[in-house]
């Protein structure tokens, strides 16, 4: 790596910073095992003028699609689903899904699949599944009532969400189109029912113990409570004001907050510039 262009990296997240668009920043750039770049910038809590420090515990939010999609995948290798197979074999509320052909969010004119929702519709974002709050479809506005905008219903398990999902209209017949969704939460229940696990403990025991040589792994209860209701007064997942704080590890320290924490972390001095010649 090129000192002079990593610091390049920096002067562009703060850039960032300084117009406003993000309030604080944890950044780091490694290769083959070998940190290459590490900074913090900008502030934890800006109206308590508290920096960005180097254990703030971020949402990882749409990053957890991947997660799900690696544990997918082994699970596929198995043989335990294949991606042209339809989901109501492993969640009959499919079986019945409509889409949507016109209409009004009070009177919605449906039609059946044309063919069957599959695995591959899930992971391709063509399912014509949608998200709350994406606010551009008449089924988006269904899904909110429905109780699905940033989150889901209180006391709704992911069983239970699959199946409330199943009973609203498709945007469009699957494989046709695509439309960002609640596809992967289709796919964790998937996961559930073809392992026998539940989707914390399926990631748990397949992806992130294993992967955990150079972090550790801290797993706290009761998560959800605390970071939505962070959500609610911050505002942090409101697209039109930045948000003003980042989750405070000490706050949440009792939280189920699943946290990666590199063990030989690089010195916020040191920027971590590894030379060309340490690299093959």
Request: glycine letters at 6%.
């Amino acid at each position: 790596f090129s000192p002079e262009r990593l610091r390049r990296v920096s002067a562009l997240l703060q850039d960032y910073i300084r117009r406003g668009d993000v309030t604080g920043i944890s950044a780091i750039i490694a290769r083959t095992g070998t940190t290459a770049y590490y900074e913090t910038l900008g502030w934890l809590d800006r109206e308590a003028d508290i920096p960005m420090r180097d254990d703030a515990v971020f949402m990882i939010q749409s990053l957890t699609k991947p997660v799900t999609a690696v544990a997918a995948m082994t699970l596929y290798e198995e043989g335990k689903f294949d991606l042209n197979t339809p989901i109501a074999r492993y969640l009959p509320a499919f079986r019945d899904t409509k889409v949507w052909r016109a209409g009004t969010v009070e009177a919605p004119e449906l039609e059946p699949l044309v063919e069957p929702l599959r695995m591959w519709h899930l992971f391709t974002h063509t399912s014509g599944l949608t998200y709350g709050f994406m606010r551009t479809h008449p089924v988006d506005a269904l899904y909110r009532e429905a109780g699905f905008d940033f989150g889901m219903p209180d006391g709704v398990d992911l069983e239970g969400m699959c199946d409330r999902i199943a009973e609203l209209p498709l945007l469009f017949q699957p494989g046709t189109e695509w439309n960002y969704s609640v596809g992967f939460d289709i796919i964790g229940r998937v996961l559930e029912v073809v392992s026998g696990q539940s989707l914390d403990e399926l990631l748990r025991t397949r992806l992130l113990e294993p992967l955990a040589h150079g972090v550790a792994l801290h797993r706290h209860a009761q998560h959800i409570a605390a970071i939505e209701e962070q959500i609610q007064h911050e505002q942090i997942s409101r697209p039109d004001r930045p948000c003003s704080k980042i989750l405070d590890t000490g706050a949440y320290a009792d939280k189920g907050v699943i946290t990666l924490e590199h063990r030989n972390k690089v010195h916020p001095e040191q920027h971590a510039v590894v030379p060309r010649t340490q690299h093959r």
